[in-house]
């Protein structure tokens, strides 16, 4: 079975600062997809990235970057100068087959001026 | 449309009422998903439909629980003699394709049972 773990309830960091969401998760399929969402106060569910599992390459995109270590299971997420509009609800996420997403139970980031 | 459109955005039934949540994916997206999110969990997976072929529903609590998609694009979330544990955000979903195609979510219905 497949199981995503985000260990971080809640952080919370200053304007500014970096910070980095922990993402580690379970699968005994040898072709995945992780995926990261953010979901504001509005509610929407946002998709931010997605990974293959054949993919190893990190990635950077403005301010976001991903650390993808299939050797310990775990598909960090950093912020990197982070400001208020990046306060929010983090979900990580798994795809056996390209199928159906099992999310973690979220990080809530607060970002304070 | 743009999004994935969701309506209604909020329903309050009262316990044992049935209810019925609506869902119009991103036009020519042949996938779609319904999850459920309970206050302050991520989301869990209920069905999933490719076209208007219900391919895994395992993610359904219970029998009151019957999702439809009869022409391939709108779908229908129906929940009968509603209990308050159904109270909870029904979010839904719609890709491209299966595969590593991203789904893209809507504003998700609120669901109250009092």
């Known amino acids: 079975a497949q199981k995503v773990t985000q260990a971080q309830t809640e952080i919370s960091v200053v304007e500014k600062e970096d910070v980095t969401l922990d993402c580690v998760y379970e699968?005994?399929?040898?072709?995945?997809?992780l995926f990261w969402y953010k979901q504001p106060p509005s509610g929407e569910l946002v998709f931010l990235i997605r990974?293959?599992?054949?993919?190893?390459q990190n990635e950077i995109s403005g301010r976001y970057s991903w650390n993808f270590q299939k050797s310990t299971s775990s598909f960090n997420f950093t912020i990197t100068a982070s400001q208020v509009v990046d306060s929010a609800v983090y979900f990580c996420?798994?795809?056996?087959?390209?199928?159906?997403?099992?999310f973690g139970t979220g990080t809530r980031l607060t970002i304070i001026p | 449309g743009a999004g994935v459109s969701q309506s209604p955005r909020y329903k309050v039934a009262k316990r044992g009422q049935d209810v019925a949540l609506r869902c119009d994916p991103i036009?020519?997206?042949?996938?779609l998903f319904w999850y459920q999110q309970a206050l302050g969990q991520g989301p869990e997976f209920l069905t999933y439909?490719?076209?208007?072929?219900?391919?895994?529903k395992s993610g359904l609590p219970s029998d009151r629980f019957f999702a439809e998609r009869p022409e391939g694009s709108v779908s229908t979330l129906k929940i009968q003699r509603t209990q308050q544990e159904d109270s909870a955000v029904y979010l839904c979903?719609?890709?491209?394709?299966?595969?590593?195609?991203?789904?893209?979510f809507g504003d998700g219905t609120r669901l109250s049972i009092l």
């Open positions: 979903a719609s890709s491209l394709v299966t595969g590593n195609q991203p789904q893209h």
């Open positions: 996420a798994l795809s056996e087959a390209g199928e159906k997403l099992t």
């Open positions: 990974r293959n599992s054949f993919d190893e």
């Open positions: 699968t005994r399929d040898t072709t995945y997809y």
């Open positions: 439909f490719q076209n208007e072929a219900q391919l895994d």
């Open positions: 036009s020519g997206h042949v996938s």
